[in-house]
């Protein structure tokens, strides 16, 4: 079958998949550490640390209940040109570019991150390929697009954030798998290969990775404070005392876990 994604064997128009640079493995620890802040508190203290686009707006859990933490890779759809990519061959064409080759590239833990500008005409994964992330050791896929084979995806258990599902596959309507390992935009936010990503069912949030270390010391006391701050609440302590707290209950707090009653 023709690869679509050519003019021609010899005159290509633009060679594809385009790659770019792979991102160094994570940190165990700092990845470990991370997935215990929620996605929350981690857009709340990287917007305090003056990182205000974190946010990845759109995409929302296949499945409630689900939390993920871990390396950022990359995937990038772009519109079809017909000279260029039109998707024709399905899957016989798709195996031949960056959907198919971003996979083969997945470590334990990563999250695959994917622009594809909220289109609902693009299933940019499926039942196949979703099982083949999990065999890989992939942790969750963040997507400002769709799935396809929602039933089966979601008993797969794979941790997903999307924008809906569609019966369409990957390249069928308006999109094409162009690039990996590059930097993307994905609901609004740029994501670099190798930033680290925390999701929970209040959304995804993007970490860039020389903010992680920072960010998971404020994020510790932020919610071992909150933690005492609900205790007081629930025993009737006012509000503007507790949340957030003032110099006096902040004292409060710091003897509370001094006498070891904090995480």
């Known amino acids: 079958m023709e690869d679509s994604a050519r003019t021609t064997d010899e005159d290509p128009v633009w060679q594809l998949p385009v790659r770019g640079e792979a991102p160094e493995p994570p ?4 990845v470990r550490r991370l997935s215990a802040v929620s996605a929350a508190t981690a857009c709340a203290k990287l917007h305090g640390q003056g990182i205000r686009r974190t946010f990845v707006s759109g995409p929302r859990p296949l499945s409630p209940g689900q939390k993920v ?24 064409i798709e195996r031949h570019t960056a959907l198919w080759a971003v996979l083969e590239t997945v470590q334990p833990g990563d999250v695959l991150v994917v622009q594809a500008y909220g289109s609902t005409y693009t299933g940019c994964f499926g039942d196949m390929l979703v099982r083949y992330f999990k065999q890989k050791g992939g942790a969750g896929i963040v997507v400002d697009g769709c799935v396809r084979d929602a039933p089966r995806v979601r008993r797969l258990g794979v941790p997903i954030w999307t924008t809906g599902v569609t019966p369409h596959y990957a390249s069928q309507s308006e999109l094409f798998p ?24 209040d959304g995804a949030v993007v970490v860039p990775r020389r ?19 609900r205790s007081r609440i629930e025993e009737g302590g006012a509000l503007s005392d507790y ?13 509370w876990r001094a006498d070891g009653r904090g995480a």
């Open 27 to 30: 940190d165990p620890d700092l």
């Open 69 to 92: 933490a871990g390396r950022a890779l990359t995937l990038q759809f772009m519109p079809q040109r017909e000279d260029i990519a039109s998707g024709l061959g399905q899957e016989y």
């Open 178 to 201: 162009w690039a990996y390992d590059v930097p993307i935009a994905c609901g609004g936010v740029l994501v670099l290969p190798g930033d680290l990503v925390v999701a929970d069912d």
């Open 211 to 229: 903010q992680a270390p920072s960010l998971i010391d404020a994020a510790a006391d932020h919610e071992e404070w909150e933690r005492f701050s």
């Open 243 to 255: 949340y957030p707290l003032t110099p006096e209950t902040r004292a409060e707090y710091e003897r």
